[in-house]
């Protein structure tokens, strides 16, 4: 699909497809902002502002209205927008005119114990907040328990109340009538299931088994853990009962094991995800040192220990490494990147674990969770470095043989007011850890 260019002058209706309330604004919140960000959100509810509360349509607006209410540019309203299409809260429909027209439909989020059980929303979430962040945020949405030991149940039913009514004309279905709705994930995906299916044996029946539930969930689990149909094939055998069905618990838990006996115990995507949206610094800057800040929050740890070796895989040493400083330490995958970036950069590119890790547990201590705030560190510990260095009769020698400084040190940060061709720079900046 080729990519559109919004123009200030574009119009667009919103239309509610679904019920808003006051407690999906906090799940949007709370649940999806850690995973998409702040914009995408702010996005969401300016055009949820945009309705009228006894309407299911808005009024017409143009995309200027947007950015006049939002304060940011139209690329970043696109950006927003993708990331909300892509988790399932929006659908764009596009018109070609003279002025061009787009439709947005507004859909629920989907409610706090389905994302929790969702197969890769929730892990996801888990990785971006880490463990301590995730525990205290599921203990928000627990239900209270309150025992009823020693209580009778005298609670009535309908038909010790009611009585019955004979059937009348408005025994219909009334499908047109409002409702929540709720956008599944969309996963492109090629994923074989006619091979999966020719895979086990011929007694059992296969449409039984593949419903288009179970279809769908082995399409997010596939995805999640990057199994193919040729690794499901052994899995899928393992999760069929005796009814001749899939347990869907068994299937997750069954791909999670695989996924985590190939992988040492740990989660996926963990060293293949960039910072968390909510801790990245706002755009605008265009100084050295916001760009380097753009480049660690913007790439993964993957990412920066392939560039950091040329272009070739890292090493299962590193990666294992790099997993263990986000998992092990809670450390953010930006600031895994600055703790990389520092000890390659002044240890002349030997990655040693026990200095990494003696690293990892001050900035743990010290509760460092942006980029800004780990280059400062750096910073700070790299001028102690060099004072210290001074106060030996062998400062000469020493000196000879520290690595080069890394750029973004002794920096002076000038905020400037970045344009759309300065933004993309940015972006291009990022290509040489791809």
């Not at 399409?219 to 899939?246: H, W």
């Not at 990655?351 to 560190?377: C, F, P």
């Amino acid at each position: 699909m080729k990519e559109l260019i919004i123009s200030p002058a574009d119009t667009y209706i919103v239309v509610n497809k679904s019920i808003i309330n006051d407690e999906d604004r906090t799940i949007l919140t709370m649940l999806y902002q850690p995973i998409i960000g702040p914009l995408p959100i702010i996005l969401y509810f300016s055009l949820w502002a945009d309705l009228d509360k006894t309407k299911l349509t808005s009024s017409e607006y143009t995309h200027h209205h947007l950015v006049t209410n939002m304060q940011i540019s139209l690329h970043d309203i696109l950006e927003a927008r993708r990331k909300l299409e892509a988790i399932g809260l929006l659908k764009t429909f596009y018109k070609e005119e003279n002025i061009n027209t787009y439709i947005y439909q507004l859909y629920s989020p989907i409610k706090a114990h389905d994302f929790f059980n969702h197969p890769i929303l929730n892990v996801v979430l888990y990785n971006n907040l880490g463990k301590k962040e995730y525990e205290k945020l599921k203990e928000y949405f627990k239900t209270p328990r309150l025992s009823t030991t020693g209580y009778v149940d005298i609670t009535v039913s309908f038909t010790d109340v009611f009585e019955s009514v004979p059937l009348t004309s408005h025994d219909i279905l009334n499908d047109d009538i409002r409702k929540k709705n709720i956008q599944k994930l969309n996963i492109n995906s090629t994923f074989d299931f006619s091979f999966l299916a020719d895979s086990l044996p011929s007694s059992l029946n296969r449409e039984k088994i593949f419903t288009k539930e179970i279809k769908e969930l082995i399409l997010q689990l596939s995805f999640l853990y990057g199994l193919d149909a040729v690794k499901m094939q052994d899995i899928i055998p393992i999760c069929i009962n005796e009814r001749g069905t899939i347990n869907k618990e068994e299937l997750r838990k069954t791909c999670r094991n695989f996924y985590q006996f190939d992988n040492r115990g740990l989660l996926p995507s963990v060293v293949y995800n960039s910072q968390p949206e909510y801790l990245k610094e706002p755009t605008g800057d265009t100084s050295k040192r916001a760009k380097m800040i753009y480049t660690f929050e913007n790439i993964s740890p993957y990412e920066l220990l392939k560039s950091k070796n040329g272009g070739a895989e890292p090493t299962s040493r590193d990666l294992k490494l790099a997993e263990d400083l986000i998992i092990g330490y809670g450390l953010k995958q930006g600031v895994v990147n600055v703790l990389i970036d520092y000890i390659l950069k002044t240890q002349n590119n030997k990655l040693t674990r026990s200095l990494a890790e003696t690293i990892a547990g001050q900035w743990q201590r010290l509760k460092i969770e942006t980029v800004d705030e780990a280059m400062k560190v750096a910073e700070k510990e790299h001028k102690k470095y060099k004072k210290n260095m001074t106060t030996t009769t062998t400062v000469k020698q020493k000196v000879a043989k520290v690595e080069k400084v890394p750029e973004w040190f002794n920096k002076k940060i000038e905020k400037q007011t970045a344009s759309i061709a300065e933004q993309e720079a940015m972006q291009d900046l990022l290509k040489e850890y791809r």
